[in-house]
């Protein structure tokens, strides 16, 4: 399994993912209001792991430049036809990690990644690209499931079961405290930690970090 291999189930579902409905939408309303609060006007924001591009429709009317990114051309596609029905002059998407050199480093106001953290391959090395992406004191606002704080059966079992079948992509699983750990160690200052869910047990923290001055110490 790969970063490519990742595309391709993402690619794959892309339509189906589209059509999906939002299983907590108060919950998802209260993280775009607090996320708006935290964003200027003059802002320049980088979302990663954008999926199809429904919550940078929602926050790119806000601030002077957004772009919305993910690893999918599926996704994005889907992400650019929304676009060309509802324009925002101030979004633009592009397929791309945060690893991707298009990406200028220190330009960015802040950077948001929503259900993404835990997709991602090698966490230490991602989370101090987006330190370096930041300008000095930007955010990184990040919602993502912990799948260390939920049922064992769940990663020890039933994801590796649906990796090794095709039926999932490659998940990481930590606790928040160990996700704190690594926000912390890539150079950040945590902020808030919060809980947006309306209903059910969720164990999605909603985390804003500012980027501290020193950089993350080398792994």
Not at 129 to 135: K, N, S, T, Y
Not at 145 to 161: A, E
Request: charged share 20%; net charge positive.
């Amino acid at each position: 399994m790969s970063t490519a291999s990742d595309a391709r189930f993402w690619d794959r579902i892309s339509r189906k993912y589209a059509k999906d409905a939002i299983a907590d939408l108060g919950g998802y309303e209260r993280t775009l209001d607090r996320t708006r609060a935290l964003l200027r006007p003059a802002d320049q924001v980088l979302e990663l792991g954008c999926g199809t591009g429904s919550t940078a429709l929602r926050l790119a009317g806000d601030v002077r430049r957004y772009l919305a990114t993910d690893l999918s051309a599926g996704m994005i596609a889907i992400a650019r036809e929304k676009q060309a029905a509802s324009a925002v002059p101030a979004l633009a998407f592009q397929i791309a990690t945060a690893e991707a050199s298009t990406l200028e480093t220190g330009r960015f106001n802040a950077v948001l990644g929503f259900n993404y953290l835990h997709m991602v391959r090698g966490l230490p090395g991602t989370l101090r690209r987006i330190h370096a992406l930041l300008a000095p004191g930007g955010l990184f606002i990040s919602k993502t499931p912990c799948l260390g704080d939920m049922n064992p059966l769940l990663s020890l079992v039933l994801l590796p079961g649906m990796r090794a079948i095709g039926l999932a992509p490659y998940v990481s699983v930590f606790s928040q405290a160990e996700l704190c750990k690594l926000v912390s160690s890539a150079g950040f200052d945590i902020l808030a930690t919060e809980n947006h869910a309306t209903k059910g047990n969720d164990r999605r923290p909603c985390i804003v970090a500012r980027k501290r001055s020193e950089a993350p110490a080398a792994p």
